[in-house]
């Protein structure tokens, strides 16, 4: 079975300040890596997603997350963040032979931006 | 059109209530789940539907009937629910459950148990 583990729960940061998130994965077969974001009363939507290929791969609203399959990671950067990136941030992983059958989702990062 | 669609988006009902939560989406998607999130909690797989079947039920108690009438249309039936079911219950979509690309959610419908 696969798992995901966000090790930080909440991530203050000042606007403008640049940001990580972290994520790692736990699999015994190739994997499909994802970042969902969710806004207050929001569903959830796809920032970005790692299927193979190049290791860092872009997505919307100015993110961008790095593939490291030596440390399990799938960590998650802004460079400068935005009031409206206020959100909860959550990283999943899927079976890369069955596809998205099953996404099991990390517990979640909140990231408050502070103006 | 690239959304889901999700309705009511809130629902308040009690125990003894049957009610029903309503999925759509017309991107040709021919896989459909049914997710529920509670508070501070990542979501949660309930269901998945693939070309209109049932392929995946993760263990929901029977209280939760879920129907999918066509690939467009997804319902989830409620009846003789318990306060703890009260959560975000969000539907998704994906092109088919072999697909890599990722789901498209729906904003959810946040149902009360009273």
């Known amino acids: 079975a696969q798992s995901v583990t966000q090790l930080d729960s909440q991530v203050p940061v000042f606007e403008e300040a640049p940001v990580e998130l972290r994520c790692n994965y736990s699999s015994s077969v190739s994997v499909y890596l994802f970042w969902y974001v969710q806004y207050p009363n929001q569903g959830l939507q796809l920032l970005l997603k790692y299927l193979s290929g190049s290791t860092l791969v872009k997505g919307i609203n100015g993110f961008e997350a790095e593939f490291n399959k030596s440390q399990t990671s799938f960590h998650l950067r802004k460079p400068s963040v935005h009031i409206s990136d206020t959100a909860e941030y959550f990283c999943a992983v899927s079976r890369a032979d069955f596809g998205n059958e099953k996404l099991t989702f990390g517990t979640g990062t909140r990231l408050t931006i502070i103006p | 059109d690239t959304e889901v669609t999700q309705t009511p988006k809130h629902l308040v009902m009690g125990m003894t209530n049957k009610k029903s939560l309503k999925c759509e989406q017309h991107m040709g998607h021919r896989a459909m789940y049914w997710y529920k999130q509670k508070a501070k909690k990542p979501p949660e797989l309930m269901f998945v539907?693939?070309?209109?079947?049932?392929?995946i039920n993760e263990s929901v108690p029977s209280r939760f009937s879920p129907e999918c009438p066509n690939s467009s249309l997804l319902n989830l039936h409620l009846h003789a629910l318990q306060p703890e079911d009260s959560a975000l219950y969000l539907c998704?979509?994906?092109?088919?459950?072999?697909?890599?690309?990722?789901?498209?959610f729906g904003s959810g419908t946040r149902l009360t148990v009273v």
């Open positions: 539907y693939s070309y209109e079947k049932l392929s």
């Open positions: 998704a979509s994906s092109q088919t459950d072999r697909n890599p690309y990722g789901y498209t």
